[in-house]
C-alpha cells in the first residue's frame, strides 16, 4: 500500500497507534532534557567548567536553557566547593534562574550521600516564593557509589515523600536498580506519589544497575504506569544510555554531575550545554522536538500558570 501510494504522487501520513507500537510509527513525544549541572562529587581542579559558586550555577543554568534543557537539577555548594544542604545556599541562585530562564523546572537535592540526617536533607524543602522548587529528588533505597554508601532507609524515604507532599513539591524519583523501581508502585499505593511520576534511570556505577540495553529497558518495565522515565548513564555510558532513550521514546538526563567528557576515550572536557546541545542533535536526527517549558511542565502535572 505505501508503495502504491507512492506510485501515485500520495502523501504518506502516520497514522495514529496505541502504546504497544514501537516508534516512529507511534509517534515520539517532545524529548525533556534535564541538565545536572554540578551535583555533589566534581570540583573544579579536575572539571574546570563545572559550577559552583552562585553566579556560575546560574549562568550555566541559563546557558542550557537556551540550549534546550527544560529541567535543571541543581546542587549547592560552599566556599570550599564541598555540598551544601542549607535552604538559604538555593535561595541565592533558584530566583534568579526562574527570572532567566521562564518556565524552567527548577529541581533541588535531597541526597544522602553527604548529609544522613532528615532536617538536613530536607531543609531545602522549606523554600518559598519565586525560590520554592517544583521538584526535588527523592533515591528510592541505599546504594553503594564506587567509594561511598548513600544511605536512605524506608523511614527517610517516606518522610522526604510526606514533606514534599507537603510543601507542593513533586519527586524526581532517582532509580538505580529494580527493587527502587517496584518500591514507587508501594509509595504510589500509600498515596505517597502522585501520577504522573518522573524517574531518572541511572545505569552503570559499579555497585547498581549495569549500562547495558537489557538493563535500561527492564528497569522501564518495572516502572509504574504513568511514569515520565529518563535515562542518564555514568561516567563514559552517559552517551549510550542518553541516544537509547531518545531512540526509544524516553527522556534524558545529562550534565557533569554524571560525566566529565564530552568524548570519554580521548577524556576531552565538556561543558553543560555542550552536553544538552549533543543530545538536541540526537533528537534532530530521531524525528523528535525538544520539549518546551509548557510541554515539559504539562507531562510532569506542573502548575503552567508561572509562565505568563
Given at each position: 500500500m505505501f508503495a502504491d501510494n507512492q506510485e501515485k504522487g500520495a502523501p504518506h501520513k502516520l497514522e495514529r497507534h496505541g502504546s504497544h507500537v514501537p516508534h516512529p510509527l507511534r509517534a515520539y513525544s517532545p524529548l525533556i532534557i534535564n541538565a545536572a549541572i554540578t551535583g555533589m562529587v566534581p570540583r573544579r581542579a579536575r572539571v574546570p567548567d563545572l559550577p559552583v559558586t552562585t553566579e556560575q550555577i546560574i549562568e550555566d543554568a541559563k546557558r542550557c536553557f537556551a540550549s534546550g534543557a527544560t529541567i535543571v537539577h541543581l546542587h549547592a555548594r560552599a566556599?570550599?566547593?564541598?555540598?551544601?544542604?542549607?535552604?538559604?545556599?538555593?535561595?541565592?541562585?533558584?530566583?534568579?534562574?526562574?527570572?532567566?530562564?521562564?518556565?524552567?523546572?527548577?529541581?533541588?537535592?535531597?541526597?544522602?550521600?553527604?548529609?544522613g540526617e532528615l532536617d538536613q536533607r530536607s531543609d531545602v524543602l522549606k523554600l518559598e516564593g519565586d525560590a520554592r522548587p517544583d521538584m526535588a529528588s527523592l533515591t528510592l533505597g541505599s546504594l553503594n557509589f564506587r567509594d561511598v554508601a548513600s544511605v536512605n532507609s524506608p523511614e527517610i524515604i517516606r518522610n522526604l515523600a510526606t514533606r514534599m507532599a507537603e510543601a507542593g513539591i513533586r519527586p524526581e524519583l532517582e532509580i538505580f536498580d529494580t527493587g527502587m523501581a517496584y518500591l514507587a508502585h508501594a509509595l504510589r499505593d500509600?498515596?505517597?506519589?502522585?501520577?504522573?511520576?518522573?524517574?531518572?534511570?541511572?545505569?552503570?556505577?559499579?555497585?547498581?544497575?549495569?549500562?547495558?540495553?537489557?538493563?535500561?529497558?527492564?528497569?522501564?518495565?518495572?516502572?509504574?504506569?504513568?511514569?515520565?522515565?529518563?535515562?542518564?548513564?555514568?561516567?563514559?555510558?552517559?552517551?549510550?544510555?542518553?541516544?537509547?532513550?531518545?531512540?526509544?521514546?524516553?527522556?534524558?538526563?545529562?550534565g557533569l554531575e554524571d560525566n566529565p567528557y564530552f568524548d570519554y576515550a580521548t577524556r576531552s572536557r565538556a561543558d553543560n550545554a555542550q552536553l544538552v546541545l549533543r543530545i538536541a542533535a540526537l533528537a534532530a536526527t530521531a524525528g523528535r522536538t525538544i520539549s518546551t517549558p509548557e510541554e515539559t511542565r504539562s507531562a510532569l502535572g506542573l502548575p503552567v500558570h508561572s509562565l505568563a
Open positions: 566556599a570550599d566547593e564541598s555540598p551544601e544542604w542549607r535552604r538559604e545556599a538555593y535561595e541565592a541562585f533558584i530566583p534568579q534562574i526562574r527570572a532567566s530562564c521562564p518556565g524552567i523546572v527548577v529541581c533541588v537535592t535531597t541526597s544522602g550521600r553527604t548529609f500509600e498515596g505517597l506519589l502522585a501520577t504522573p511520576m518522573y524517574a531518572n534511570l541511572l545505569l552503570g556505577s559499579i555497585n547498581t544497575a549495569p549500562a547495558r540495553m537489557r538493563d535500561l529497558a527492564h528497569l522501564i518495565d518495572a516502572l509504574p504506569a504513568e511514569t515520565v522515565w529518563a535515562a542518564a548513564g555514568i561516567g563514559a555510558f552517559q552517551l549510550a544510555m542518553n541516544a537509547l532513550a531518545v531512540f526509544a521514546g524516553g527522556h534524558v538526563r545529562t
